[in-house]
């Protein structure tokens, strides 16, 4: 078998301090997605959400002082601290509001010869998610990205149980606005 | 066990909420329901891509936080040069050096040698001549 060596974030990070902009590009190219989905799931608007990604990049980059022991560690630290970018820009600009206004609406529930169908079920899943609570759907964004229990409850700075009543919470608000693409 | 009720925990199973019952339940049944499984696996790709949407900033705010980068972290020239000179020289890069040196030194060595042996050039009445400078006294001899 093929033994390919990966490089960690945590070393990717080392050489960025370094000046290595290849190891930049493919740092970015590991979160540019999902954590961008995190942010524009919290900020509801494009702009903000890539003015926030830039800051928390940027800023966790310049963190020299953090020692990152583990894997995951960088990880948790870049969602902590965009987590952390994303509230105080909500709060200074009192963006609240208008992410309210943008929340998509319940989608019509399928006619009964296409029910299940994967598209169908997919898109009602997008709009089931953009509803979820705040709360619940940092939880959503944070597990999808593929962060563990405890590196989402470290990001939150919540105990560990809240965060599984949090998921719970999540799968049970998900799975009653599923109810009418799933039953059949 | 019904489609509908494993369709409806599907999301369950995902995200690991359910209990050990229920996570064996549904394991047995996408065994064998096609349907369910392949419904259990679109959402699978589509939680863990994070979302439909295009979910990334543009290129022109890529090139932003690049050019940021660069400027916080990567060194200037003189900086670039003197870290170069810092660093240590490896093994092979020094055999090589040296290498190179010995092998300069044997295609010279042999052209300097020869330069030594060669006899001044002397004039007939045993004078140094300077063709360099001719003057009406050295001129003589033609």
Known sequence: MFNVPVDTDEGLFGRVREGDMRAFDALYARYESRLFAFLFSQLKNRADAEDVFHEAFLRTLKSGEVVFDRDGAFRTWLYRIARNVALNHQRSDRRGTRAVAQLPERDSPPRADDQLGDRQLLHALDGAVARLPAPLSEVYHLRSSGLSYDEIATVLEIPLGTLKSRMNQMVTHLREELRPWTAR | ?142
């Open chain 2, 1 to 142: 066990m019904d489609c509908s009720v494993i369709s409806a925990d599907l999301i369950a199973y995902h995200f690991a909420t359910c209990d050990d019952d229920a996570r064996a339940r549904i394991d047995a049944h996408l065994l064998g329901c096609t349907e369910c499984l392949r419904a259990y696996l679109a959402i699978k790709h589509h939680t863990d891509r994070g979302t439909s949407l295009d979910a990334r900033p543009s290129d022109a705010a890529r090139a932003r936080l690049r050019a940021a980068v660069a400027a916080e972290f990567q060194p200037s020239l003189g900086a670039r040069a003197a870290r170069a000179l810092r660093r240590p020289i490896p093994l092979y890069q020094s055999l090589a050096a040296a290498a190179a040196v010995v092998f300069v030194a044997a295609a010279v060595a042999p052209m300097l040698a020869r330069t030594d042996s060669m006899p001044p050039m002397q004039a007939t009445g045993g004078e140094r001549v300077d063709t360099a400078r001719p003057t009406p006294e050295n001129l003589s001899f033609y």
